[in-house]
């Protein structure tokens, strides 16, 4: 398994936004946290929450929760610095947060050009897991740090909310409620008693081999293995044979790209989307393979 790992640099220039540059640079260490930091904060609102297309298919500048996740990534990936800004996020939250404790998929789309329909269209008064339990997950990775975020109240409810809605879940989910359901029991599996069961049953929902079909994606979408469970020595893992996340590891190495950067398998909205996804998605394969020792 060999990556180009020479011709991930001038991809990066060609295809990713400046967030994602600084987060590659930082991975490989020749970046610091405040270069990231920087870059995030050009994304921020006065209200504290994050907009203007920090998630690629949702480019209308108002703050959106769905934001929320991307933000929070950045704050967990320059550990131990913090920023205040990630209990200012909390707060924002908080503000969003329905009376179950859960957030809305998306608020009313001020710009709707090049903005994916499933957030266009979502309906602000009903809690999304999916996007709650997204966001609740990455802030956990930032709690591990950041005393602000630990202590704050919307983490609380948005735990509550996703632990009782989770518990609550008949049959099988969404692919995607699926895997973020999973990274959030993953992320309070030492905190919250109850995670240990929940994880077990949601996880008898993948298959063997660990491939997931995207129902309502392109053709080919499906959530594999390293989508559910991306880095090693963590309670999702366990879900998985050995033998499944090596081949996967396989599978991702060659989906390495000749321009060095690497791909995604789900629908396009925008020019400038489809080339941030491929940044992003670039610096997550190598979080991966490094975190898995193939970098």
């Known amino acids: 398994m060999n990556v180009n790992l020479a011709a991930i640099p001038g991809f990066m220039a060609g295809h990713a936004r400046v967030l994602d540059r600084r987060r590659y640079d930082l991975f490989m260490g020749e970046g610091d946290a405040q270069g990231v930091l920087a870059a995030l904060e050009g994304y921020r609102n006065p209200d504290g929450g994050y907009g203007w297309?920090?998630?690629?298919?949702?480019?209308?500048?108002?703050?959106?929760?769905?934001?929320?996740?991307?933000?929070?990534?950045?704050?967990?990936?320059?550990?131990?610095?913090?920023?205040p800004h990630a209990a200012a996020l909390c707060d924002w939250l908080e503000e969003m947060t329905l009376?179950?404790?859960?957030?809305?998929?998306?608020?009313?789309?001020?710009?709707?050009?090049?903005?994916?329909?499933?957030?266009?269209?979502?309906?602000?008064?009903?809690?999304?897991?999916?996007?709650?339990?997204?966001?609740?997950?990455?802030?956990?990775?930032?709690?591990?740090?950041?005393?602000?975020?630990?202590?704050?109240?919307?983490?609380?409810?948005?735990?509550?909310?996703?632990l009782d809605t989770i518990q609550d879940?008949?049959?099988?989910?969404?692919?995607?409620?699926?895997?973020?359901?999973?990274?959030?029991?993953?992320?309070?599996?030492?905190?919250?008693?109850?995670?240990?069961?929940?994880?077990?049953?949601?996880?008898?929902?993948?298959?063997?081999?660990?491939?997931?079909p995207v129902e309502g994606g392109t053709e080919h979408e499906s959530l594999r293995p390293l989508d559910f469970a991306p880095l090693p020595g963590r309670p999702v893992r366990e879900l998985f044979e050995p033998d499944v996340i090596a081949?996967?590891?396989?599978?991702?190495?060659?989906?390495?790209?000749?321009?060095?950067?690497?791909?995604?398998?789900?629908?396009?909205?925008?020019?400038?989307?489809?080339?941030e996804w491929r940044g992003a998605v670039t610096v997550g394969a190598v979080r991966i393979l490094r975190a898995n020792g193939l970098l």
Do not use: N
Not at 173 to 202: E, G, I, M, N
């Open 53 to 83: 297309g920090l998630e690629p298919d949702l480019r209308t500048p108002e703050s959106q929760p769905g934001a929320a996740l991307h933000a929070f990534e950045a704050f967990a990936e320059v550990a131990p610095v913090t920023s």
């Open 99 to 162: 009376p179950d404790g859960g957030l809305p998929f998306a608020l009313p789309v001020r710009v709707p050009a090049a903005t994916a329909t499933w957030w266009a269209s979502a309906d602000p008064g009903t809690s999304s897991l999916q996007i709650t339990a997204v966001s609740a997950a990455a802030a956990h990775r930032v709690a591990a740090h950041d005393p602000a975020v630990a202590a704050h109240p919307w983490l609380e409810k948005a735990t509550r909310y996703c």
């Open 169 to 212: 879940l008949e049959g099988m989910p969404h692919a995607y409620v699926l895997s973020f359901a999973l990274h959030f029991l993953d992320s309070v599996y030492d905190t919250q008693p109850r995670a240990a069961d929940l994880l077990k049953r949601l996880g008898a929902f993948i298959p063997d081999d660990g491939r997931v």
């Open 247 to 275: 081949a996967d590891l396989v599978r991702l190495v060659g989906e390495q790209q000749d321009d060095g950067g690497w791909t995604v398998d789900y629908a396009r909205f925008s020019p400038a989307g489809s080339l």
